[in-house]
């Protein structure tokens, strides 16, 4: 039985690092491709992009794009390689800007940019790495993919905006949260199983399949990254947590909590939302434990879950079936292993 075949049988999601195994020529491609990429920017500017342009990250985003576009272990698309990096560029100018917003330290084990070069520089490396995407997706022999990548750009900036602007805010509703992920996160994996689909020649309807497949996993793990922010380890998660409570960030966790806590602890909790009163974050974790709110967002989570896999329950025999839904597996097991030890079995 092949590696891919022997994936795609047996659901044990620890199984499925050896989907990344199978793609370490790809990831090795798409790390040589960023580098040579350096010598487009400007002399000033090379060591800060090199900064942002580091192996650590689970590149995620690029992944999408070489599993929907599997055709099996062929040689490595040139074209699959180069819009993987206009897509994993994008998110690392996100990150640039978030790690500002949020006043973040540390970002994949060490300092952020912000901190490395100050928040002023910052803003201006993300936007030179947005420009710099963007030029690449240009150098196809058509539009489309240019058109593409700059419309899910403008969209994921309007998540990132509608989100800035209601910091603070106690007006938002699960409705409210669910549409900035959809365009802040989940936008960025929907066209990245697009362009990967796309460019390995499939059928529109697979394409369009792969593209709602996308968009639902992004929604997963955004909603499992917001969990993160409260329920994980900073030392082994890599980056500062505890920004979105601090930040006046109303994400799913603290809205599940809102609805569950007796109204004068509740009144408490919104002004710590909304900065009239210090965050309280240790007391609001303890609550979470104590009410439940791991497996209430948890369920959340593997409702995205199972929607990304019945988008592409039609197309069991197509090559990157199995090997994306082994990214639902995948993180189903970190959504298992994220949860807190006392709530394991409720």
Same mark, same amino acid.
């Given at each position: 039985m092949?590696?891919?075949?022997?994936?795609?049988? &047996?659901?044990?999601?620890?199984?499925?690092? =050896?989907?990344?195994?199978?793609?370490? /020529?790809?990831?090795?491609?798409? #790390?040589? !491709?960023?580098? &040579?990429?350096? &010598?487009?920017?400007?002399?000033? $500017?090379?060591?800060?992009v090199d900064y942002c342009i580091d192996t650590s990250g689970k590149r995620i985003r690029p992944t999408l794009v070489f599993l929907s576009g599997w055709r099996g272990p062929v040689a490595v698309s040139p074209d699959l390689v180069r819009v993987a990096a206009v897509v994993e560029l994008v998110h690392l100018a996100t990150l640039v800007h978030d #790690? @500002?917003?949020?006043?973040? #330290?540390?970002?994949?084990?060490?300092r952020t940019a912000s901190r490395e070069y100050g928040a002023t520089a910052a803003v201006l490396l993300g936007d030179a790495l947005f420009a710099?995407?963007?030029?690449?997706? *240009?150098?196809? /022999? *058509?539009?489309? @993919?240019?058109?593409?990548?700059?419309?899910?750009?403008?969209r994921v900036c309007a998540g990132e905006i509608v989100q800035t602007l209601r910091r603070g805010s106690t007006? $938002? *509703?699960?409705?409210?949260?669910q549409r900035i992920v959809d365009l802040k996160t989940a936008e960025l994996f929907r066209v990245s199983c697009f362009l990967g689909a796309k460019l390995? =020649? !499939?059928?529109p309807d697979f394409v369009e399949a792969a593209s709602r497949f996308g968009r639902h996993l992004g929604i997963a793990y955004q909603i499992y990254d917001d969990l993160v922010d409260f329920f994980g380890d900073e030392s082994r998660i890599g980056k500062t947590l505890g920004t979105d409570l601090a930040s006046g960030k109303l994400t799913l966790p603290l809205l599940a909590l809102l609805e569950r806590l007796p109204a004068a602890e509740r009144?408490?909790?919104?002004?710590?939302?909304? =900065?009239?009163? /210090? /965050?309280?974050?240790?007391?609001? @974790?303890?609550?979470?434990?104590?009410? &439940? $709110?791991?497996? @209430?967002?948890?369920?959340?989570?593997? *409702?995205? $879950?199972?929607?990304?896999?019945?988008?592409?329950? #039609?197309?069991?025999?197509?090559?990157?079936t199995p090997l994306l839904l082994g990214l639902c597996d995948s993180l189903r097991a970190q959504l298992t292993a994220l949860r807190p030890a006392e709530t394991v079995g409720s």
């Open positions: 092949s590696s891919v075949a022997s994936l795609a049988k &047996g659901a044990q999601p620890h199984a499925f690092a =050896g989907v990344f195994s199978l793609l370490a /020529p790809h990831m090795a491609d798409l #790390d040589r !491709f960023l580098h &040579g990429q350096l &010598g487009a920017f400007e002399p000033e $500017i090379r060591a800060m #790690d @500002i917003m949020d006043e973040a #330290d540390v970002r994949r084990s060490r710099h995407a963007l030029h690449l997706a *240009t150098q196809f /022999p *058509t539009t489309e @993919i240019c058109a593409a990548v700059s419309d899910s750009t403008r007006n $938002i *509703t699960r409705a409210d949260y390995a =020649g !499939f059928t009144t408490t909790l919104l002004g710590e939302v909304t =900065g009239e009163r /210090p /965050p309280q974050p240790a007391l609001r @974790i303890r609550q979470m434990r104590e009410l &439940g $709110i791991f497996s @209430i967002v948890a369920e959340a989570v593997h *409702t995205e $879950i199972d929607a990304a896999a019945a988008a592409l329950r #039609d197309w069991p025999t197509q090559a990157p």
